[in-house]
C-alpha cells in the first residue's frame, strides 16, 4: 500500500525519523492520517502548512498490511463516526481498537479518495521499522 | 478578476464549519474540497479561475464552462492538457468567510462544490510533473 501525507518542512523531518500516533487527530479521531492521492496531499501541505511543498510516501508491504487489524468504513459509517465524534469531541483522542482505520474523506464530501489512519502501537512501531519504506516526495 | 470568478479550498473544522486550512488546528488532519460561490438563482459563470503549483510557482488556470454539460469545466494547462471539474450544485453549504479576504464580503455565501472528474490523471501528472491544484486558500 503506497499513501501520502502532506505537511510542513519541519514535521517531515521529524516524522521521517519517527512517526508518533499520538500527535494528530482529525475527522476519525487521533492517530496518523495519510491518504491515496499525492495530489491532495500536495494541496493540503501548500494550504495548511504556508505553501509547504513537504510529503511523505509511505510504502506497506501489503503483505504486512493483510496482518493488521483494519476497521474498514463504507462512506455511511465513516459519515457517522466523523459526526459521533464531532458531537462528543473525541476527534483529538478516539480510537476504535484497531490497528488502521481505512475509510473514504467524509469531512467534505463523496470524495472519490481514502484515507488511513493509522492507531495503534502495532502501526506506530510498523511504520517506524525498516520494512516501511518513507521517502519525502 | 472578480472574486466570485475564484475557486476556493475550504476543509471543515471540528465545530462542522467550513474554513480556509491555515485557520485549522496544527495537528487536525481533514482534507478540503474546492468551491466556489453560488446564488440563489442558480447562476454560474462562463468562467472561472483555478490556482494549480508547477514548479514551486502558483499560476492562475482559466476554467471554462463545457458546452455539452453546464456542470463540466475544464482547464486546460498547456504542455499537460485538459483537467475537468464536477460543479455540484449543494445548496445547503454556507459559508461565512472568518478571515478577512479582499473583495469578499464577510455576509454567508452559498456554496458549490468543484469536485476534480479526471483523478487519474490528476494523480499521474502531479507525480511525474509535479503539477497540482491548490485553488485559493488565503496563504
Known amino acids: 500500500m503506497i499513501s501520502f501525507h502532506g505537511t510542513s518542512e519541519l514535521n517531515l523531518k521529524k516524522i521521517l525519523i519517527k512517526i508518533d500516533i499520538n500527535f494528530g487527530g482529525g ?10 492521492h499525492l495530489f491532495e496531499a500536495k494541496n ?15 510504502e506497506v508491504p501489503d503483505s504486512t498490511i493483510d496482518t493488521l487489524s483494519i476497521n ?14 464531532r458531537n462528543n469531541n473525541q476527534t483529538r483522542t ?19 479518495s481514502d484515507q488511513y489512519k493509522w492507531e495503534s502501537d502495532i502501526s506506530e512501531n510498523l511504520l517506524n521499522s525498516s520494512s516501511v519504506i518513507k521517502n519525502e516526495i | 478578476m472578480k472574486f ?10 471540528l465545530n462542522n464549519e467550513w474554513n480556509f486550512p491555515n485557520e485549522m488546528h496544527i495537528n487536525h488532519q481533514s482534507l478540503g474540497s474546492f468551491f466556489v460561490l453560488g446564488d440563489i438563482d442558480d447562476y454560474l459563470s462562463l468562467h472561472y479561475k483555478i490556482k494549480y503549483v ?46 478577512s479576504v479582499a473583495g469578499l464580503s464577510n455576509n454567508s455565501h452559498l456554496l458549490y462544490r468543484v469536485k476534480p472528474w479526471n483523478i487519474d490523471k490528476f494523480e499521474r501528472v502531479c507525480q511525474q510533473h509535479d503539477i497540482y491544484f491548490v485553488g485559493f486558500a488565503n496563504v
Open chain 1, 72 to 85: 474498514l468504513l463504507d462512506y455511511s459509517t465513516a459519515n457517522i463516526l466523523r459526526s459521533t465524534l
Open chain 1, 44 to 58: 493540503w501541505a501548500w494550504n495548511k502548512h504556508k505553501r509547504s511543498k513537504s510529503v511523505l510516501k509511505l
Open chain 2, 4 to 13: 466570485d470568478e475564484q475557486i476556493y479550498y475550504l476543509c471543515r473544522d
Open chain 1, 94 to 112: 478516539y480510537t476504535s481498537g484497531h490497528d488502521l482505520i481505512w475509510a473514504p474523506i467524509v469531512g467534505t464530501s463523496k470524495s472519490s
Open chain 2, 54 to 99: 508547477h514548479n514551486d510557482t502558483m499560476i492562475d488556470a482559466d476554467l471554462i464552462q463545457s458546452v455539452n454539460n453546464r456542470n463540466f469545466y475544464v482547464a486546460s494547462i498547456p504542455l499537460y492538457g485538459d483537467f475537468i471539474f464536477l460543479f455540484e450544485n449543494i445548496l445547503k453549504y454556507n459559508w461565512i468567510p472568518s478571515q
Open chain 1, 27 to 36: 475527522e476519525l479521531g487521533m492517530g496518523f492520517y495519510s491518504g491515496e
